[in-house]
């Protein structure tokens, strides 16, 4: 009950009741309209408070519907076990439900795509903040009637890609692309007409930004990673990125000080990683390697 114990007023005892702090003595107001932040709890039988079931799920973007209907569960008991009769009958209206919920053909779409989002940035390890914000992208472009005739699966796979350079986490198109079970060549056509058509502005990705992620999957520490960002704005300074893609110039680096400080990590790990071909990342680490006279 915050820090305050007693009423200024005249001492007395205060206490939290709708909402409100308040002196039991004098009915003096000392704080109002509190949220409570701790989990919203309900049991309703002994098995329901063994559990700590939630009432409800918070609202989420990343939802069609924000997470904000009702939904009848997938359980075959209420109390007691359901009877074959009325367990087909709740599967006709759990089905009848879901169709409710998607009455048009733009909300069974962006449902679909959202729901594709979910799969994708689970298999990524995509963090929250970035999902909700591609989940922003999408609706967005569902709104403003982007979609139709395009792959959701580019489109979905394209407003990651967007929301991972909003937040210089960028994922390259090859991972994406992957992801997606679509080209990357659909994939890239994709981000161009969602970053024209919503006049978005994105930063040209950094070489560092991608560095973090490659020195966590491969194992490397802080070090190597402080060493690796070193070699890259030298390389910078040298004018040696211009032209080249960036996470081939940051999949290089990596190679080029795991190799100097003498850590066990191949060509090939760093290409399946980074997405960058063995041959690319050869062909770059030499050029650093002998402009820099590393």
Known sequence: MNDVERCSECGGKLIS???EVRCESCGLVVDEELIDSGPDWRAFSYDDEKEKSHVGLPSSVTKHDKGLSTEIGFKDRYGKELSPEKKSQFNRLRRLQLQ???SSGKERSLSTGLQEMHRMVSQLNISKDVHEVAAVFYKTASDKGLMKGRSIEAMVAATIYIASRFY???RTLEELSDAARVS????ARAERYLVDELDINLKPASP???VPRFVS???LGKEVENRIVEVIELASERSLLSGRSPVSIAAAATYLVAKIMDKKVTQSS???VSGVSEVTIRNRYQEIEEEMDL
């Not at 990357?184 to 994939?187: F, I, S, T």
């Open 208 to 210: 560092v930004d991608y």
């Open 168 to 170: 210089e986490l960028p």
């Open 270 to 272: 760093i290409s399946e």
């Open 184 to 187: 990357k060549k659909e994939v």
């Open 217 to 219: 999957e491969l194992g």
């Open 100 to 102: 409710s919920r998607r």
């Open 17 to 19: 009741e709708d909402n």
